[in-house]
């Protein structure tokens, strides 16, 4: 399989998912927004691609910029991991809070975090 065909499967899967997904770029941009979290934010998801997405990002007075910022991964998210933290997202109409898992991918440059709201029961690791 090709690496075209390949980012074109997974394209397909981000787009049917039914829960809000968004993935975050190295550089703390929205690089994707899925059709459910565009839904739960009640805007075109396409307003928030290659917004900056980052803890301490300067947010304009737009609205599209300061809903980008307040979808950002928690403090501390520079490594590989995951965590959990209850987003409530900045828009003009009134939407619900939710938990999002953020699942950093990668390393350095090529590094990407995918971001899923959903209802979560997490169990203790030692």
Partial sequence: MSAGSNARAIA???ASADVPLWI???DQRIGYVSAAAAVWLGIDGNDLVDRRCGQGTAA?????DQLAASLSPPAGMTQRGAMLLRVQPNT???VSSRDVLFVRIGDGTAAVTMAVAGTYQLADVD
């Fill in 60 to 64: 304009s007075e737009q609205a599209a």
């Fill in 24 to 26: 975050i770029t190295a």
């Fill in 12 to 14: 397909r899967l981000l």
């Fill in 92 to 94: 003009p109409a009134k």
